[in-house]
C-alpha cells in the first residue's frame, strides 16, 4: 500500500543528487579577480597573452590563486583585494592600452564542478555591491540626428531625380529646401512624398524664393525615440561585457532614462567610460589625387593636407582619406561575420537600408578605380580596416568588408556594426556605489533570518509531529537544497526580497508538510490503520496543498508579469520555491516514510505525536 516502484525512489535519489550538485558552488565563495580582455577587435587574446600575464605577476612578485584563459578572456584569481588592485595597476601599465584590465569575482568552485554546467548563482546589486547609474537618453538630439540625415538624403534624391534646387539646409528638427521655381518645387514635393511617408512637407515663400519644409509626423518621431533608447540598451550591455559583469541590471525607466546596475564592479571610472564608449562605421574616399610619396611623407611628420586626414590601414600602407563622409553605419540594418568565398578571409556582410543603398550604389558608380576606405571608429579612435578598389558599381544594398584578422574579428565587427553606436547621447544624472561590505552584511542578515527561521520550524515539528516532524525537516532540507540549485542553474540573480522569497518558500513548504501530518493525525482518530492513515493523509491533502500552491503561483506569476526590478526577483524565487516545495513535501517526504514504513506487515503506532 505505502510503497513507490523502483523506478520513484531513483528518481527522487537522482533530482536530490543533481540538486547537491548544482548547489554546491554556492559554498565555495568567491575570490577577487581580474579579467583581461583585448581593446580592440584585431588584437589576439590567446595562451601567448595568458603566458605573458603570467610572466608579468611573476616578476612583480605578485601571488595569485589561479590564471586561466576561457571565452571571454584571461582570468586571474587572487587571494586578496589589496593583491587583486595590485595586479589591476601592474598589468594595465606592462600590457598597455590594447588591454582592457577589469576587475571582477570569481567562484572559488572547483574545476570539475565548472566542467558540468555548475555554477553559483549570481548576486544582486544591494548583496554584492557594485554600482547604479540612472542615464538620461538625450531624445532631442536623437531626432536632430534624424533629420540631418535627411539633408544629405533629400540632396541625393533630388540630384537624381534631376530636379533644380538651390539648398538644403536643417533649421532644428525641419529640413527647408528653397526653389527659385514653383514648379521645381511641386515635382521635388510628388518625388519626396513618394519616397519619405513618413514625413510631413509643407511650402511657404522667402523673398523670391520658394521653400519646401519637411517635418517628421509624430508618429515618426515616436518609432525613432523608442529605436533610440532599445538601440542604447542593447548598446549598453554589448559595452558592459567588456566589463566582465556577471549579471548587468539593464532596464528602461519611463520613456527616456535607462537604469544600470553592475554588481561587483567597484572601479565606477572604468564603468562611466564603457557606458560613454562609441563606435561606428564610416566609408569615405581616399584621396588619389594627393597620395604621392612626398605628400605622404609630410603627412605623416604632421603636414596634413587640407580637407584630408592621414592613416595607417592594417597592412601598413599610408593614406590620405578625405574628411567627407559618404556613408556611416546609421544605415546598416543587419552586419553578420562569414568567409570570402574567392580569398577565404574572415570578412563581415553588411546590409544596408534603402537610402544606404542608393548612396553606395551612386558613389561607386561615380568612383570607379578609385579607392573606398572603410573606418571603424571606437573609443573615440578611427582606423581604417580596409581600402579595397572600386571595381564596378555596387547596387543591391549587400557590401562586404574584408581585411578581417580572423573570424573573431569579423564577428566582433558584425556586432559593432550592430550595435555598436548610441543612437542618441546618454547623460549620468545619478550615481551610486554599493560597498562590498554593505553587501556582505546584507547577505550575513538575510542568512542569518533565514537560518533562524529555519531552525524554529525544525524544533516546532520535530517537537509536535516527532518523527514524522523529522521527515518533514529533511524534506524542507532538500527543498532549500533543489531552490538553491534550481536559481544556480538558471543563472538567476539573488538580491534581498529574493532572500525574503526564500523565508516565504519554507514557510509554505512546511505548511504543506503539517496538512499532510493533521491529515494522517485525523485519520488515526478516525479508526484507520496506521498504514491506511498514511495512504489517506498524503492522497487527501494533495488536493488542498495542489490548490492552495496554484492560487500562489498565479499571484507569483503576475508579480512577474508586471513588476519591476526587486518586485521581479521576489517572483522568480517564489516561483520557484513553490516548485521545488510540491516535489518534496510531497515526493520526497513520501518517499522516506514509504522507506521507514512502507515494508512493516504490522504497525500498532506511528510516531506522529
Same mark, same amino acid.
Given at each position: 500500500?505505502?510503497?513507490?516502484?523502483?523506478?520513484?525512489?531513483?528518481?527522487?535519489?537522482?533530482?536530490? &543528487?543533481?540538486?547537491?550538485? $548544482?548547489?554546491?558552488?554556492?559554498?565555495?565563495?568567491?575570490?577577487?579577480?581580474?579579467?583581461?580582455?583585448?581593446?580592440?577587435?584585431?588584437?589576439?587574446?590567446?595562451?601567448?597573452?595568458?603566458?605573458?600575464?603570467?610572466?608579468?605577476?611573476?616578476?612583480?612578485?605578485?601571488?595569485?590563486?589561479?590564471?586561466?584563459?576561457?571565452?571571454? %578572456?584571461?582570468?586571474?584569481?587572487?587571494?586578496?583585494?589589496?593583491?587583486?588592485?595590485?595586479?589591476?595597476?601592474?598589468?594595465?601599465?606592462?600590457?598597455?592600452?590594447?588591454?582592457?584590465?577589469?576587475?571582477?569575482?570569481?567562484?572559488?568552485?572547483?574545476?570539475?564542478?565548472?566542467?558540468?554546467?555548475?555554477?553559483?548563482?549570481?548576486?544582486?546589486?544591494?548583496?554584492?555591491?557594485?554600482?547604479?547609474?540612472?542615464?538620461?537618453?538625450?531624445?532631442?538630439?536623437?531626432?536632430?540626428?534624424?533629420?540631418?540625415?535627411?539633408?544629405?538624403?533629400?540632396?541625393?534624391?533630388?540630384?537624381?531625380?534631376?530636379?533644380?534646387?538651390?539648398?538644403?539646409?536643417?533649421?532644428?528638427?525641419?529640413?527647408?529646401?528653397?526653389?527659385?521655381?514653383?514648379?521645381?518645387?511641386?515635382?521635388?514635393?510628388?518625388?519626396?512624398?513618394?519616397?519619405?511617408?513618413?514625413?510631413?512637407?509643407?511650402?511657404?515663400?522667402?523673398?523670391?524664393?520658394?521653400?519646401?519644409?519637411?517635418?517628421?509626423?509624430?508618429?515618426?518621431?515616436?518609432?525613432?525615440?523608442?529605436?533610440?533608447?532599445?538601440?542604447?540598451?542593447? =548598446?549598453?550591455?554589448?559595452?558592459?561585457?567588456?566589463?566582465?559583469?556577471?549579471?548587468?541590471?539593464?532596464?528602461?525607466?519611463?520613456?527616456?532614462?535607462? #537604469?544600470?546596475?553592475?554588481?561587483?564592479?567597484?572601479?565606477?571610472?572604468?564603468?562611466?567610460?564603457?557606458?560613454?564608449?562609441?563606435? =561606428?562605421?564610416?566609408?569615405?574616399?581616399?584621396?588619389?589625387?594627393?597620395?604621392?610619396?612626398?605628400?605622404?611623407?609630410?603627412?605623416?611628420?604632421?603636414?596634413?593636407?587640407?580637407?584630408?586626414?592621414?592613416?595607417?590601414?592594417?597592412?601598413?600602407?599610408?593614406?590620405?582619406?578625405?574628411?567627407?563622409?559618404?556613408?556611416?553605419?546609421? $544605415?546598416?540594418?543587419?552586419?553578420?561575420?562569414?568567409?570570402?568565398?574567392?580569398?577565404?578571409?574572415?570578412? #563581415?556582410?553588411?546590409?544596408?537600408?534603402?537610402?544606404?543603398?542608393?548612396?553606395?550604389?551612386?558613389?561607386?558608380?561615380?568612383?570607379?578605380?578609385?579607392?573606398?576606405?572603410?573606418?571603424?571608429?571606437?573609443?573615440?579612435?578611427?582606423?581604417?580596416?580596409?581600402?579595397?578598389?572600386?571595381?564596378?558599381?555596387?547596387? %543591391?544594398?549587400?557590401?562586404?568588408?574584408?581585411?578581417?584578422?580572423?573570424?573573431?574579428?569579423?564577428?566582433?565587427?558584425?556586432?559593432?556594426?550592430?550595435?555598436?553606436? &548610441?543612437?542618441?547621447?546618454?547623460?549620468?544624472?545619478?550615481?551610486?556605489?554599493?560597498?562590498?561590505?554593505?553587501?556582505?552584511?546584507?547577505?550575513?542578515?538575510?542568512?542569518?533570518?533565514?537560518?533562524?527561521?529555519?531552525?524554529?520550524?525544525?524544533?516546532?515539528?520535530?517537537?509536535?509531529?516527532?518523527?514524522?516532524?523529522?521527515?518533514?525537516?529533511?524534506?524542507?532540507?532538500?527543498?532549500?537544497?533543489?531552490?538553491?540549485?534550481?536559481?544556480?542553474?538558471?543563472?538567476?540573480?539573488?538580491?534581498?526580497?529574493?532572500?525574503?522569497?526564500?523565508?516565504?518558500?519554507?514557510?509554505?513548504?512546511?505548511?504543506?508538510?503539517?496538512?499532510?501530518?493533521?491529515?494522517?493525525?485525523?485519520?488515526?482518530?478516525?479508526?484507520? =490503520?496506521?498504514?491506511?492513515?498514511?495512504?489517506?493523509? $498524503?492522497?487527501?491533502?494533495?488536493?488542498?496543498?495542489?490548490?492552495?500552491?496554484?492560487?500562489?503561483?498565479?499571484?507569483?506569476?503576475?508579480?512577474?508579469?508586471?513588476?519591476?526590478?526587486? #518586485?521581479?526577483?521576489?517572483?522568480?524565487?517564489?516561483?520557484?520555491?513553490?516548485?521545488?516545495?510540491?516535489?518534496?513535501?510531497? &515526493?520526497?517526504?513520501?518517499?522516506?516514510?514509504?522507506?521507514?514504513?512502507? $515494508?512493516?506487515?504490522?504497525?500498532?503506532? &506511528?510516531?506522529? %505525536?
Amino acid at each position: 500500500m505505502n510503497r513507490y516502484p523502483l523506478w520513484k525512489y531513483l528518481m527522487v535519489l537522482v533530482v536530490v &543528487l543533481l540538486g547537491l550538485l $548544482y548547489a554546491a558552488p554556492n559554498l565555495f565563495g568567491e575570490s577577487p579577480a581580474v579579467q583581461i580582455t583585448a581593446a580592440k577587435s584585431n588584437i589576439q587574446v590567446d595562451s601567448a597573452l595568458l603566458e605573458n600575464t603570467e610572466n608579468i605577476l611573476k616578476q612583480e612578485n605578485i601571488p595569485f590563486e589561479a590564471l586561466f584563459l576561457d571565452a571571454t %578572456g584571461v582570468k586571474v584569481r587572487f587571494p586578496s583585494t589589496d593583491i587583486q588592485l595590485q595586479a589591476k595597476d601592474a598589468l594595465q601599465a606592462r600590457l598597455g592600452k590594447d588591454y582592457v584590465i577589469a576587475l571582477n569575482l570569481l567562484s572559488r568552485s572547483p574545476e570539475w564542478l565548472r566542467s558540468i554546467g555548475a555554477r553559483p548563482m549570481y548576486l544582486g546589486l544591494d548583496l554584492r555591491g557594485g554600482v547604479h547609474f540612472l542615464l538620461q537618453v538625450d531624445m532631442k538630439s536623437a531626432l536632430d540626428q534624424a533629420a540631418e540625415r535627411y539633408v544629405g538624403d533629400f540632396r541625393s534624391v533630388l540630384r537624381t531625380a534631376r530636379i533644380n534646387y538651390l539648398g538644403v539646409s536643417r533649421d532644428g528638427q525641419a529640413v527647408n529646401i528653397r526653389f527659385k521655381d514653383t514648379a521645381e518645387l511641386s515635382k521635388a514635393q510628388r518625388v519626396l512624398e513618394k519616397e519619405y511617408p513618413d514625413l510631413t512637407f509643407r511650402t511657404s515663400n522667402r523673398g523670391e524664393d520658394s521653400i519646401l519644409t519637411a517635418v517628421l509626423s509624430e508618429p515618426a518621431k515616436k518609432r525613432i525615440q523608442e529605436f533610440a533608447i532599445k538601440q542604447n540598451i542593447q =548598446t549598453l550591455h554589448n559595452r558592459i561585457n567588456e566589463l566582465g559583469v556577471a549579471e548587468p541590471v539593464i532596464q528602461q525607466q519611463g520613456i527616456d532614462r535607462v #537604469v544600470v546596475q553592475l554588481p561587483g564592479v567597484q572601479d565606477t571610472a572604468k564603468a562611466k567610460e564603457i557606458l560613454g564608449r562609441t563606435a =561606428t562605421l564610416e566609408i569615405r574616399m581616399v584621396d588619389e589625387d594627393r597620395s604621392n610619396a612626398v605628400t605622404l611623407e609630410n603627412a605623416s611628420k604632421g603636414q596634413v593636407p587640407f580637407g584630408t586626414e592621414f592613416y595607417i590601414d592594417r597592412n601598413g600602407i599610408p593614406m590620405l582619406v578625405k574628411k567627407n563622409v559618404v556613408l556611416t553605419g546609421d $544605415y546598416i540594418t543587419d552586419a553578420g561575420p562569414g568567409m570570402d568565398p574567392q580569398g577565404g578571409g574572415a570578412v #563581415v556582410h553588411v546590409t544596408l537600408d534603402a537610402r544606404g543603398a542608393r548612396i553606395f550604389k551612386q558613389v561607386t558608380r561615380e568612383n570607379v578605380g578609385k579607392r573606398m576606405a572603410i573606418l571603424l571608429i571606437e573609443k573615440g579612435q578611427a582606423e581604417v580596416i580596409t581600402a579595397p578598389v572600386i571595381r564596378e558599381e555596387i547596387g %543591391g544594398g549587400r557590401v562586404q568588408i574584408s581585411g578581417m584578422a580572423n573570424t573573431q574579428e569579423a564577428t566582433d565587427v558584425a556586432l559593432l556594426l550592430r550595435a555598436g553606436a &548610441l543612437a542618441a547621447p546618454m547623460e549620468i544624472i545619478e550615481e551610486r556605489t554599493v560597498g562590498p561590505s554593505m553587501g556582505e552584511a546584507n547577505i550575513e542578515r538575510g542568512m542569518h533570518s533565514t537560518l533562524w527561521g529555519f531552525v524554529a520550524i525544525s524544533i516546532f515539528m520535530i517537537a509536535y509531529y516527532m518523527l514524522f516532524g523529522t521527515v518533514s525537516v529533511l524534506a524542507l532540507s532538500i527543498n532549500l537544497i533543489l531552490l538553491v540549485a534550481l536559481l544556480s542553474m538558471l543563472q538567476a540573480t539573488l538580491t534581498l526580497p529574493g532572500i525574503a522569497a526564500v523565508a516565504l518558500t519554507l514557510g509554505m513548504a512546511i505548511d504543506a508538510n503539517v496538512l499532510i501530518n493533521e491529515r494522517i493525525r485525523e485519520e488515526m482518530r478516525n479508526g484507520n =490503520t496506521p498504514q491506511a492513515s498514511i495512504h489517506a493523509g $498524503y492522497e487527501r491533502a494533495f488536493g488542498t496543498i495542489l490548490d492552495a500552491n496554484v492560487t500562489t503561483m498565479i499571484a507569483g506569476l503576475a508579480l512577474f508579469m508586471f513588476g519591476t526590478g526587486p #518586485v521581479k526577483g521576489f517572483a522568480v524565487v517564489h516561483v520557484l520555491g513553490i516548485l521545488t516545495s510540491m516535489f518534496s513535501a510531497v &515526493l520526497v517526504s513520501r518517499a522516506v516514510i514509504n522507506l521507514i514504513y512502507g $515494508y512493516r506487515r504490522k504497525i500498532s503506532k &506511528l510516531s506522529i %505525536g
